[in-house]
């Protein structure tokens, strides 16, 4: 016996079915514990269709169901010089931060978040949507309004933070809708590799303590 199965002895099996039942009950409904975070719903939902296809369980939900969800989250401009008004036009987190447009098609609040744009990218690709038939152009142009001038992106177009969590969600939409005009490359690089401290590791921001989860975000990137 090697010393790897001298340490798994008594070590136990996970429960898949477990696992499994308890992210379908969550595809059903929000528990309780969690609707402090409804805002957060798209990024809730990421981690339980994520996790059902890990299992091998996709087939517990209803992918066109998901793929018509997903979408009406979307923040869509009265009009393509909307653009360039400042204003991101991705995905908003839950319904509860999408405000209906004016009757002239204006968002006077839109909350699009980049963080919440990921997570549904992410759901559409994982059920199989085809990701070409997704309103892109919109979505990588407008992102291009939160890079800010030393690289890093603020999470949303007013208010939100800036570091290389929300690098790393503008690299992966970009990836992900093969579509890299949604950022200034060489600013992105010269920020992370700013962000790098000197134990070798990567923090949140350029001086910060060097963070494992931040060396995944940069090595992806």
Same mark, same amino acid.
């Given at each position: 016996m090697n010393s790897t199965e001298e340490e798994c002895r008594g070590c136990e099996i996970m429960e898949k079915d477990a696992h499994v039942r308890f992210l379908?009950? *969550?595809?059903? +409904?929000?528990?309780?514990?969690?609707?402090? !975070?409804?805002i957060n719903h798209l990024t809730l939902a990421y981690f339980v269709i994520s996790g059902l296809d890990i299992l091998n369980s996709l087939h517990k939900v209803a992918k066109d169901a998901v793929i018509s969800w997903v979408l009406s989250f979307q923040a869509h401009p009265g009009a393509k010089a909307? #653009?360039?008004?400042? !204003? &991101?036009y991705g995905f908003h987190g839950s319904k509860t931060s999408q405000f209906p447009p004016d009757e002239n098609g204006v968002l006077i609040h839109n909350n699009s978040h980049?963080?919440?744009?990921?997570?549904?990218?992410? $759901?559409?690709? $994982? @059920?199989?949507?085809?990701?070409?038939? #997704?309103?892109?152009?919109?979505?990588?142009?407008? *992102?291009?309004?939160? !890079?800010q001038p030393d690289g890093s992106f603020i999470s949303i177009h007013t208010g939100g933070? =800036?570091? #290389?969590?929300? @690098?790393?969600?503008?690299? =992966?939409?970009? &990836? +992900?809708?093969?579509?890299?005009?949604?950022m200034d490359k060489e600013k992105t690089k010269d920020y992370i590799l700013r962000c !790098?401290?000197?134990?070798?590791? &990567?923090?949140? @921001?350029?001086?910060?303590e060097s963070h494992g989860g931040l060396k995944q975000s940069f090595i992806t990137v």
């Open positions: 379908e009950l *969550m595809y059903y +409904m929000l528990p309780s514990p969690y609707e402090s !975070q409804e909307d #653009l360039n008004d400042g !204003q &991101f980049l963080a919440s744009t990921y997570c549904a990218i992410s $759901i559409l690709k $994982i @059920v199989g949507y085809e990701l070409s038939n #997704l309103d892109s152009e919109t979505i990588v142009t407008s *992102m291009r309004n939160l !890079q933070e =800036t570091d #290389l969590r929300f @690098v790393y969600c503008a690299a =992966t939409i970009c &990836f +992900m809708l093969d579509n890299w005009s949604g !790098q401290s000197y134990d070798g590791g &990567f923090g949140l @921001v350029p001086g910060a």
